[in-house]
T-cell receptor, first 113, second 113 residues
Framework: GENVEQHPSTLSVQEGDSAVIKCTYS??????FPWYKQELGKGPQLIID?????GEKKDQRIAVTLNKTAKHFSLHITETQPEDSAVYFC????????????FGKGITLSVRP | EAQVTQNPRYLITVTGKKLTVTCSQN?????MSWYRQDPGLGLRQIYY???????DKGDVPEGYKVSRKEKRNFPLILESPSPNQTSLYFC????????????FGPGTRLTVL
């Protein structure tokens, strides 16, 4: 089955700096890669996703890049703000009725004011 | 407002005392699932349901039961809770498939003494 790994488990950046969170996956058949953000006391929420037919997707200060050859994808947050502090989960799956969404273990991002 | 609701949000109970955590969504989603979140282990799927009366095991189903009698509700049942089921539980729903955007509830923090 699919195995999704996130490293490191914690990341601390200065406000205004960029943050990059990387995930690797094992199943080359996976073609859907979402990122979820979990704020303290809340459930995870989808912030951006990418499918394997594109290499990069951007939405304001966040972007996701995908390297299918190396089987890794990354979340990029520019001009970080304190409200970006949260746990970020990456996930991978194949599209379709019986596909399974496999989550990574999560990374805690802290943005220092 | 489109949302997934869970009740209770917090629960402290004792070993062996049956409990039910309710989950309801108002988005007419077909797919619903339960996850548990533990430190260092990320999100692990317990059970899922593709539609009414269709349920299946996830990665960690032991000690749990579910039912899907109505499209909007997906309760999680612990017949005989044990301390190793102390965790943060999330219900989630998506339109059709596991690979669609998942909408998470606010979480239920369960402590089994």
């Amino acid at each position: 089955g699919e195995n999704v790994e996130q490293h490191p488990s914690t990341l601390s950046v200065q406000e205004g700096d960029s943050a990059v969170i990387k995930c690797t996956y094992s199943d080359s058949a996976s073609n859907y890669f979402p990122w979820y953000k979990q704020e303290l006391g809340k459930g995870p929420q989808l912030i951006i996703d990418i499918r394997s037919n594109v290499g990069e997707k951007k939405d304001q200060r966040i972007a996701v890049t995908l390297n299918k050859t190396a089987k890794h994808f990354s979340l990029h947050i520019t001009e970080t703000q304190p409200e970006d502090s949260a746990v970020y989960f990456c996930a991978a799956s194949m599209s379709g009725a019986n596909s399974k969404l496999t989550f990574g273990k999560g990374i805690t991002l802290s943005v220092r004011p | 407002e489109a949302q997934v609701t869970q009740n209770p949000r917090y629960l402290i109970t004792v070993t062996g005392k049956k409990l039910t955590v309710t989950c309801s969504q108002n988005m007419n989603h077909e797919y619903m699932s339960w996850y548990r979140q533990d430190p260092g282990l990320g999100l692990r799927q317990i059970y899922y349901s593709m539609n009414v009366e269709v349920t299946d095991k996830g990665d960690v189903p032991e000690g749990y039961k579910v039912s899907r009698k109505e499209k909007r509700n997906f309760p999680l049942i612990l017949e005989s809770p044990s301390p190793n089921q102390t965790s943060l539980y999330f219900c989630a729903s998506s339109l059709f498939f596991r690979s669609d955007e998942q909408f998470f509830g606010p979480g239920t923090r369960l402590t089994v003494l």
